[in-house]
């Protein structure tokens, strides 16, 4: 199975910058789309972007042109690097895989093998 661990959460300002790791425990990320979710308090996770095996990228409209997605695959990260933050980016951030065809974001129902996310505050 696929084994996920997020990482590089924390606390930035409105403004500012973070970026988030997500390390695959697998042969190699190379064979999947991968993408970023998030979740806010009460409400339902939420895709953010997605990168397919070939590099390319898909984005929600609320984090266009400030998030950029990105791998390393001879390392097995991904990557979310986070600008512009706003306070309506805090969340608990996952990663995770999409289980059939295609490299959209949502629903959350086509992703699977989640890490237990790492937490990013803007303020």
């Known amino acids: 199975d696929v084994q996920l661990v997020e990482s590089g959460g924390g606390s930035v300002q409105v403004g500012g910058s973070l970026r988030l790791s997500c390390v695959a425990s697998?042969?190699?990320?190379?064979?999947?789309?991968m993408g970023w979710f998030r979740q806010i308090p009460d409400r339902e996770r939420e895709g953010v972007a997605g990168v397919e095996s070939d590099g390319s990228t898909t984005y929600a409209d609320f984090v266009k042109g400030r998030f950029t997605i990105s791998q390393d695959i001879s390392r097995n990260i991904m990557y979310l690097q986070i600008n512009s933050a706003r306070p309506e980016d805090t969340a608990m951030y996952y990663c995770?895989?999409?289980?059939?065809?295609?490299?959209?974001?949502?629903?959350?129902?086509?992703?699977?093998?989640w890490g237990r996310g790492t937490q990013v505050t803007v303020s």
């Open positions: 995770g895989v999409r289980l059939v065809a295609g490299c959209a974001v949502g629903p959350t129902k086509f992703w699977g093998e």
């Open positions: 697998v042969d190699t990320i190379g064979r999947y789309c």
